[in-house]
């Protein structure tokens, strides 16, 4: 059988076993805190779904083997004693499998055809394959038996409930081998293009060339890199559908889209070394706008959500962005991208600003990315200070790219308006103490144990000193040993697997660190980065984690986990190597 592949080792209950491009994966996750005893093909085409079951047989008695399954980037196996089963990628549509002392049974998930729900299974007469044609996704899977024999092939036509399957065996001490394609209506018979050795060897060599462009400082120091890359390359899928760009979701779990801020992170940690895909990250959800210039809150294969925005987070990302590109926007992509941050900033200034208001308000608190967030307990449409301080930052942006481009009178229009924002915000928010939140309808004002009422620290070096400091000392009170609580421990209203309301985020992690070390508090944004990346290497690329015990919590495969990850870590790494970057 095949050698053991090089590429970090990790658990199929925690990220699913996929492939650049690939629009399924293999994993026992069938839905938000539901797990199969089997592992299951799961596409993300038209949703979340488990499409087939895939289950190694013991080949004497035909009963289901006790197995272990383990996964690497290229190669994942099901194991015992006498036995093993291999899958690995050939393309994003296509898995080859391989077994020997193992017979496999691949089944329809779903045993009962409606109508309109459930899966068809029929023998194709063209080449003699086995096809699996499910409503949910609108997709066909095909299996194609390469070596072996297919025996108690069932429920082939099908209709109501019935047990759509086949099982794959060996002939008298040999392998087999088979193939499984997802694709839309036909495609031409399956042909087998390459050993399964090959497909694995392949595998491998992409994922390895990923990595070493995406992280090339990556040392002994940073020994969660690997696996944070593959999250990131894993949950990638192509264009199709509503998705115009290649993209990565958020995971090829159950939270399989892309939300529009979470984006903005992966397009960071990938931009040095995968200039194209970053941009392609950046500027997925700028092409789904609406009339009014909003950002779609979340958008997937066949589904854009306008019902809630996200923080305009977007000119702080490519203020950086355009840093870390290995090579400048040319003209065209600079006026393309100040047109949609300027639409994206004139919705936040005449949309969501009422008669009269110098600053803007969120409607709920899905709209601030901190959708429970204790900030928004007496009120939900409310004017905060990080929502001022996000659209500062935009109004930077677009000045400094507008003067690129020649045109003065806006760059100074720009400037004007972000003084006045800060000056506002400032005036209005900061009590000397604090930023407090103000309902936008009653003109009452509060403050919060959340985090959320501290992400003006973001502004950076264009906060006054005094602010600064007092910011960062109110955010070292959230510092447990695993990294920033998002409300304050000794809050009566934290909660330990509370969402917002306790757990430690990793956007919120790279804000508050970019923030503080562009303000000058380097020594707390380095124990900030180094308490977050520990919480990684330990516990890995949760959606959340447990502020007070690192536990990760709901998704365990999320890639702004795993680019924030990747950014702390690059920039320590290129402090290490540069150490006259001090600390303060």
């Known amino acids: 059988m095949t050698a053991a592949p090089s590429g970090p080792a990790f658990s199929l209950h925690d990220i699913p076993f996929s492939t ?17 005893d089997d592992l299951h ?10 499409v087939l079951r895939l289950v190694p047989l013991d080949p004497t008695t035909g009963e289901r083997a006790e197995t272990r399954s383990a996964a690497r980037p290229s190669l994942l196996t099901w194991t015992r004693e006498s036995g093993r089963i291999d899958l690995a990628y050939e393309a994003p549509d296509t898995v080859r499998l391989r077994g020997a002392g193992l017979g496999l049974r691949v089944t329809a998930a779903a045993r009962t055809l409606t109508p309109f729900t459930g899966t068809y299974a029929f023998r194709d007469p063209v080449d003699g394959a086995y096809v699996f044609t499910s409503y949910e996704t609108g997709r066909r899977y095909r299996v194609t038996v390469l070596s072996g024999t297919v025996v108690d092939a069932t429920g082939g036509q099908a209709l109501g409930s019935a047990d759509r399957g086949l099982t794959i065996t060996a002939d008298a001490g040999g392998t087999w081998e088979a193939a ?3 694709f839309d209506s036909a495609r031409r018979p399956y ?11 392949v595998a491998e060599q992409t994922f390895a060339d990923f990595v070493d462009t995406v992280a090339p400082w990556r040392s002994s120091g940073t020994p969660a890199a690997e696996l944070a890359a593959y999250v990131l390359w894993s949950a990638t899928v192509n264009p199709a559908g509503l998705v115009t760009r290649p993209a990565v979701l958020m995971s090829k779990h159950w939270m399989d889209k892309v939300w529009s ?3 903005c992170f992966n397009a960071l940690a990938l931009a040095p070394g995968t200039p194209a895909l970053a941009w392609d990250q950046f500027s997925l959800p700028f092409d789904h706008l609406d009339e009014s210039g909003a950002l779609p809150d979340s958008l997937t294969h066949s589904e854009v959500l306008h019902n809630f925005v996200k923080p305009p987070i977007h000119g702080w990302t490519l203020s950086h962005l355009r840093r870390r590109l290995p090579a400048p926007l040319d003209r065209d992509e600079l006026a393309d991208a100040y047109d949609r941050l300027r639409r994206w900033t004139d919705f936040w200034l005449t949309a ?47 000045a400094a790219l507008a003067t690129e481009l020649g045109r003065g009178d806006e760059a100074r229009g720009w400037l004007d308006t972000a003084e006045a924002t800060q000056a506002a915000m400032l005036d ?24 959320l009422d501290l992400m003006p620290i973001a502004l950076g070096e264009h906060l006054p000193e005094s602010v600064a400091k007092t910011l960062a000392t109110r955010i070292e009170a959230h510092l447990t040993p695993y990294g920033l609580a998002t409300e304050l421990p000794t809050s009566p209203h934290y909660r330990p697997d509370g969402y917002w309301r306790g757990p430690i985020w990793a956007p919120a992690t790279v804000l508050v660190e970019d923030g503080l070390r562009r303000a000058g508090h380097r020594r707390l944004a380095d124990e900030i980065s180094a308490r977050f990346r520990r919480l990684c290497e330990t516990h890995g690329f949760a959606e959340n984690f447990d502020a007070l015990t690192g536990t990760g919590l709901r998704d365990r495969a999320y890639t702004w986990t795993a680019a924030a990850y990747l950014l702390l870590a690059e920039g320590q790494a290129l402090r290490t190597a540069s150490p006259a970057s001090g600390t303060a």
Request: charged content about 20%; glycine content about 8%; aromatic content about 10%.
């Open 20 to 36: 650049h491009g690939s629009w399924f994966d293999i994993s026992p996750v069938l839905a938000e805190k539901t797990y199969a």
């Open 180 to 182: 499984v394609e997802e």
């Open 428 to 451: 209005e928010l900061w009590t000397g103490e604090r930023f407090v939140a103000r309902g936008a309808d009653s003109g009452d004002t509060w403050g919060s144990s959340s985090l």
């Open 41 to 50: 093909l799961v596409s993300h085409q038209n949703g979340m779904h488990a």
């Open 261 to 263: 801020w979470d984006h």
């Open 191 to 201: 042909r087998t293009r390459a050993t399964f050795a090959e497909v694995v060897a």
């Open 352 to 398: 969501r600003r009422a008669p009269g208001a110098a600053l803007p308000h969120y409607q709920h608190g899905n709209d601030s990315g901190w959708d429970n967030a204790t900030t928004f307990d007496p009120e939900r449409v409310v004017v905060t200070a990080d929502l001022a301080a996000f659209l500062v930052l935009q109004l930077h942006e677009l």
